[in-house]
């Protein structure tokens, strides 16, 4: 069965770091692997993305700057460092991975309905 596991989150004051890593129980190559974001009473956002294949990453405006998404192929499993972080991304952070490599990242990170496994979530927490 393929699962996504993520680990890394937890609470921090504003202007801290985490870092969040998922593996895949399969390979993840030719897939774009990403994260999205939730809060209550909202829908998922696309938070940043990488195509294994190409390389390329995007990340939102929001996050553009402090964020870093990367991967290592050899452990299936990819990383976001999150820097600097604010109340603002307080959310739960969602491992996602859309099959089709031939996507661009910002495709992915746009299209929650070309994701085809999601992770369990992981809260992050961002407060004084």
């Known amino acids: 069965q393929s699962r996504l596991v993520e680990s890394g989150g937890g609470s921090v004051h504003p202007g801290g770091s985490l870092r969040l890593s998922c593996t895949a129980s399969?390979?993840?190559?030719?897939?774009?692997i990403g994260w999205f974001r939730q809060v209550p009473g909202k829908g998922r956002e696309g938070v940043s993305c990488?195509?294994?294949?190409?390389?390329?990453?995007y990340s939102a405006d929001s996050v553009k700057g402090r964020f870093t998404i990367s991967i290592d192929k050899a452990k299936n499993t990819a990383y976001l460092q999150m820097d600097r972080l604010t109340p603002e991304d307080t959310a739960v952070y969602y491992c996602?991975?859309?099959?089709?490599?031939?996507?661009?990242?910002?495709?992915?990170?746009?299209?929650?309905?070309?994701?085809?496994?999601w992770g369990q979530g992981t809260q992050v927490t961002v407060s004084s």
């Open positions: 399969f390979t993840l190559d030719y897939h774009n």
């Open positions: 990488i195509n294994t294949y190409e390389g390329d990453t």
């Open positions: 996602a991975v859309d099959p089709e490599g031939y996507h661009e990242s910002q495709y992915s990170c746009n299209h929650v309905s070309a994701i085809d496994f």
